[in-house]
């Protein structure tokens, strides 16, 4: 995949962004029905998993009627959100054939079914609960392990970006929707040195602790997702006023190899239209890297 940007014409007026949450749009309320038709039923279960003594909860769907083996998106939320945010793009994927997991991180948000809190929870704690994830839903006997995907969105964006880079040969492809890459300029913006950082902190709309801004002190996001030499599909709304488009310009020139499509007055989070697109975007990139 060659380095390029696409622009998108919307007619549609801007939406007002939303938080790092990264919400996506509510099941047949927000988006229309994209032009493809369904091609598979699918069910969906609550799936738990165990990862060194905590509980991470999620819902899979599950393609029916298709091959043995199938390919499969792990689905990340952002910060304070939970896996309900992934619920309109899984089941559009569910419906071509991906088996798709939703989960709520560790500590995530108030409402997370998970174990943890608010206080314990980071990018890299997220980091280790993803690996948790992948490791378990690559050895479900449904799914193809050599066609995992990772889609994530703001701060779960960057949790799946670092856990690609880390783990390259696990994971075939990823679509990173607005990542907020912006995260360790605002926390060294926010601290000068780590003896700045309180024990807890009330940071947007819920209650953070000091583990939350420690790792990022002088950390370059950038420098460590720079290694993941697979495709990698951006994409980000051009009026995104919590983490600015140029975060997403940026790493398209470090990626050896991604692409990226701008949603033209597109927020911090993608509704109606702005989700359709996103979502044709995001079967173009996944029906084009599976093998």
Known sequence: MKKRLSLLLFCTALLLPLTLAGCSPTSGTETDEPEDAAVFE?????????????????????????????????FSHGFGGSYRAGTSYAE????????????????????????????EMSVFTEQADLEAVITRVKGLDYVDSDNLFLIGTSQGGVVSALTGASH?????????????????????QMFRSTEEIPDSLYFMWMDVGRAYFEPLIGYDIYEHIAS????????????DSVVPLSFSQRALEIYPSAELKIIEG???????????????????????QRT
Not at 107 to 118: L, V
Not at 228 to 233: A, E, G, T, W
């Open 42 to 74: 699918y069910e969906t279960q609550e799936l738990w998993i165990q990862d060194d003594g905590r509980q991470i909860y999620g819902i899979i769907y599950i393609p029916q009627e298709a091959r043995e083996k199938m390919p499969a998106v792990i």
């Open 228 to 239: 993941y030499d697979r495709d990698v599909l951006l994409i980000h709304g051009s009026a």
């Open 266 to 288: 597109g927020g911090h989070g993608f509704y109606r239209e702005d989700a359709q697109k996103a979502t044709e975007y995001i079967l173009e990139y996944l029906n084009s």
């Open 92 to 119: 559009k994927l569910a419906q071509n054939g991906y088996v798709v997991y939703c989960f709520d991180f560790c500590g995530g948000s108030p409402e997370s079914r998970s174990d943890g809190s608010t206080l």
């Open 168 to 188: 390259p040969e696990d994971i075939r492809g990823m679509v990173l929707l607005y990542p907020a890459f912006i995260l360790s300029e605002r926390a060294n």
